[in-house]
């Protein structure tokens, strides 16, 4: 069975501070995708990254980067800096096949 | 490039009227589409999703159906609307791809009254 958790329910930073997201899966399958989402108050649910099974290298993108670890089945979100418009819901998804398993969401709260 | 139409962006529908919740998707081919509800602003729960026309998978029982009428079109329905069906219903579509991104539509916010 395919799972995702997203054990931190909601996450309060203040402003610079560097705050990590956690995600853990489980799934059987050898060959599967991982990805994040940030879903600002607006609710449309943005694109953040995807990484595949194969592929371990950390990734970084500006004040983001993501630390996948297949060892301990986890994919995290490390935002650095962070700023109030960082503020939002973040889902971590696993895909494998044509179905996508969505975590339970972080809820983040950047304080000016 | 591929866009992805939803809506309406609000409803509001009394206890046991029907609901017809329609996404298109443009720029793409046999996308992959599926049909997600957040309740509580929180969790997505998977409802429907589709590999073709005339192809649906339900992924949870409900009073909740899901059609597939043209490649690119997906339609949500109910007879008869719960006042448990309130939520944010989200229309997605991925390529027919594997380990392709998931698109999102904009949601659209159902009250049920």
């Known amino acids: 069975a395919q799972k995702v958790t997203q054990a931190q329910t909601e996450i309060s930073v203040v402003e610079k501070e560097d705050v990590t997201l956690d995600c853990v899966y489980e799934?059987?399958?050898?060959?599967?995708?991982l990805f994040w989402y940030k879903q600002p108050p607006s609710g449309e649910l943005v694109f953040l990254i995807r990484?595949?099974?194969?592929?371990?290298q950390n990734e970084i993108s500006g004040r983001y980067s993501w630390n996948f670890q297949k060892s301990t089945s986890s994919f995290n979100f490390t935002i650095t800096a962070s700023q109030v418009v960082d503020s939002a819901v973040y889902f971590c998804?696993?895909?494998?096949?044509?179905?996508?398993?969505f975590g339970t969401g972080t809820s983040l709260t950047v304080i000016p | 490039s591929q866009t992805i139409h939803q809506w309406p962006a609000t409803l509001v529908q009394p206890v046991g009227s029907p609901l017809s919740l329609e996404c298109t998707v443009e720029?793409?081919?046999?996308?992959?589409l599926y049909w997600y509800r957040q309740a509580a602003g929180r969790g997505l729960q998977l409802l429907f999703y589709?590999?073709?026309?005339?192809?649906i998978s339900s992924e949870v029982p409900q009073n909740l159906s899901a059609s597939r009428p043209q490649d690119r079109q997906f339609i949500l329905s109910s007879k008869k609307l719960l006042l448990s069906d309130s939520g944010f219903y989200l229309c997605a579509w991925s390529p027919e791809t594997r380990g392709g991104k998931l698109f999102f539509g904009s949601g659209t916010q159902l009250s049920v009254l």
């Open positions: 589709s590999v073709g026309i005339g192809q």
């Open positions: 990484r595949n099974s194969f592929d371990e």
């Open positions: 720029g793409t081919s046999n996308p992959n």
């Open positions: 998804a696993l895909s494998t096949g044509n179905q996508f398993y």
């Open positions: 799934t059987r399958d050898t060959t599967y995708y």
